[in-house]
């Protein structure tokens, strides 16, 4: 079969969804930082990087994109072409990003995940809503919880893994 993406192609759709990622990101941070939130970012010292860290919550706010991160929503869908290699390469983000919340459990550092859809797309949920949210998680204990459509909710590594699963094996 002919590879209609060649590898130049491919490294600029790539690229193209790695700064998608980005702007979302500035979204949150620009909303925390407006509501007198004070943060860190991109903590080399801590597991992954993590893209906002609220140190006086011990807390790491990651922002994923759902095609890059595989999450198992609507606006996940494996790409037609090339999809082992999609495939392949969504699944070792995946396994980092699993890694990088258990090293963060084990630092003792508590992991807020906000998935993409929450923040763009059809069914959104309201910055104002979504700030609530947030405002709400960083005073628990909770270790950790995700962000999406459906609002939050306290989660482990057991539910995480088997929503990955289910994200990249769809048929
Ligand atoms: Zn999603």
Same mark, same amino acid.
Not at 42 to 45: D, E, F, I, T
């Given at each position: 079969m002919a590879d209609v993406h060649n590898k130049d192609q491919r490294r600029k759709n790539m690229r193209a969804i790695k700064s998608a990622d980005t702007s979302i990101e500035v979204r949150v941070r620009k909303m925390l930082w407006h509501a007198g939130y004070r943060y860190r970012l @991109?903590?080399?010292?801590l597991p992954g990087t993590p893209d906002i860290y609220l140190p006086k919550y011990r807390a790491a706010i990651q922002i994923n994109g759902c095609l890059w991160h595989g999450h @198992?929503?609507?606006?996940?869908v494996l790409p037609k072409t090339r999809t082992e290699f999609w495939k392949n390469k969504i699944s070792s983000n995946v396994q980092r990003d699993l890694r990088n919340i258990r090293e963060s459990k084990q630092q003792n550092v508590r992991v807020l995940l906000i998935w993409e859809c929450a923040i763009r797309g059809n069914g959104r949920l309201e910055p104002d809503y979504l700030l609530k949210l947030i405002s709400r998680w960083l005073p628990t204990d909770d270790s950790l919880s995700v962000i999406d459509k459906q609002g939050i909710r306290s989660t482990s590594l057991k539910d995480l893994k088997a929503q990955f699963h289910e994200a990249l094996n769809q048929t």
């Open positions: @991109n903590v080399k010292s @198992n929503c609507p606006q996940f």
